[in-house]
T-cell receptor, first 117, second 110 residues
């Protein structure tokens, strides 16, 4: 298993500013993902952030808007740049580990609730 | 990637067995099926994963027919605390992409 913490848990930011969200994992993991979840909606994958390579962004998400760092196997950051109210959402960090049962299991952090005013 | 289709919502009563079915008609040979549970204000939590036939753990059972074009998550004797959104995902063999569908909102009533 993997235990994930995120900072901050929530924040209220002004438009035009940037926020960096931190994700810390209690074990070394290769595969890490960042998701966004609007209220009442499903999760949307923003990017894959595997250590040792540049982040891979999904359609509709670009590095200039959502720069990601992955300096080691236990930590990653996602920055939401030049924020607008449309960026108000919950941002979740996720990792995938190979379980003792032979499955690839995905674990999520508690999320960061961002409100842009 | 195999797209998944689930009912938007379901209602049940405490003590009942709940079956949530997910359709994934274009699942590939090496794809796995995984189910997650999400409570409000929390990240999704892994429930169960399977490839074919039946998988059972301490939380749920997963039934997958021979053609693997659908799967059914079975929750035995649900309680109020099982009220949550349940997501079905189909994972490629490389396990590098994890896309969520719309999910099923289960409402358990007393």
């Amino acid at each position: 298993s993997a235990v994930i913490s995120q900072k901050p848990s929530r924040d209220i930011c002004q438009r035009g500013t940037s926020l960096t969200i931190q994700c810390q994992v209690d074990s070394q993991v290769t595969m890490m993902f960042w998701y966004r979840q609007q209220p009442g909606q499903s999760l949307t994958l923003i990017a894959t952030a595997n250590q040792g390579s540049e982040a891979t962004y999904e359609s509709g998400f670009v590095i200039d808007k959502f720069p990601i760092s992955r300096p080691n196997l236990t930590f990653s950051t996602l920055t939401v740049s030049n924020m607008s109210p449309e960026d108000s959402s919950i941002y979740l960090c996720s990792v995938v580990v190979l379980s003792s049962r032979g499955y690839y299991e995905q674990y999520f952090g508690p999320g960061t609730r961002l409100t842009v005013t | 990637l195999a797209k998944t289709t689930q009912p938007i919502s379901m209602d049940s009563y405490e003590g009942q067995e709940v079956n949530i079915t997910c359709s994934h008609n274009n699942i590939a040979t090496n794809d796995y099926i995984t189910w997650y549970q999400q409570f409000p204000s929390q990240g999704p939590r892994f429930i169960i994963q399977g490839y074919k036939t039946k998988v059972t753990n301490e939380v749920a059972s997963l039934f997958i027919p021979a053609d693997r074009k659908s799967s059914t998550l079975s929750l035995p004797r649900v309680s109020l605390s099982d009220t949550a959104v349940y997501y079905c995902l189909v994972l490629g063999a490389d396990f590098n992409k994890f896309y969520f569908g719309s999910g099923t909102k289960l409402n358990v009533k007393p």
